[in-house]
């Protein structure tokens, strides 16, 4: 819970600061469809946001005492269904840094977004194994859906586009709007929509 709880912590701080990134973006927009892509990031993450501020000092009070040890099965299970959703949080925020990389050409900002999204994708990693110890130690009362919404996507490909002002760039700086929001036909997964309020 400890781990978790610093991981959080730190993925509430890496929000904040790229909310005050994108906010600029947001009010200079020159065209509707910047507008509203980057108001789309802002909003999801200002719901997650929202969810970490409940989340962070729960985790805190359970670190006490070994509290976590006294949940009941219940209790227990929707603060797995949470760590869950927030591991899910974590690719999907490491996903919009890195769209925001297309973005930015000063390298001042880009070495600060880089560095955010490789913090956020070992916490990514770092709470899908502690889901996966969690999980197995309490199989009889929570079953996690574990799906690696990683694969056939590489962090560092990003790194490698040389984004350039021109106009002929324009179609490589607009991808599939949030591939990650959504899961695959008949597979079952954690939305912000299919969020619960503590």
Same mark, same amino acid.
């Given at each position: 819970m400890s781990q978790l709880y610093t991981i959080f912590n730190q993925t509430k701080g890496f929000i904040t600061r790229f909310m005050?990134?994108?906010q600029p973006i947001i009010d200079s927009a020159q065209d509707e469809h910047s507008k509203l892509y980057y108001h789309h990031i802002l909003e999801e993450e200002e719901q997650r946001l929202g969810r970490l501020n409940e989340l962070?000092?729960?985790l805190g009070s359970l670190t006490e005492d070994k509290k976590a040890e006294q949940l009941s099965d219940r209790e227990l299970s929707r603060l797995l *269904?949470?760590?869950n959703l927030e $591991?899910?949080?974590l690719h999907n925020f490491r996903e919009h840094l890195e769209l925001s990389l297309y973005e930015f050409q000063d390298e001042e900002t880009r070495q600060l977004l880089n560095r955010m999204r490789e913090a956020t994708q070992n916490d990514y990693l $770092?709470?899908?194994?502690?889901?996966a110890t969690l999980s197995e130690r309490f199989s009889d009362v929570y079953h996690a859906n574990l799906t690696d919404h990683d694969?056939?996507?590489?962090i560092h490909q990003v790194d490698h586009l040389k984004? *350039?002002? *021109?106009?002929? *760039?324009?179609?490589?700086?607009e991808p599939q709007m949030f591939p990650s929001s959504a899961e695959p036909a008949g597979k079952k997964g954690l939305t912000v929509g299919s969020l619960k309020h503590r």
């Open positions: 005050g990134i994108i962070i000092p729960y *269904s949470d760590i $591991r899910f949080g $770092r709470v899908k194994e502690i889901m694969e056939g996507h590489e984004v *350039s002002a *021109s106009k002929e *760039s324009a179609p490589a700086a």
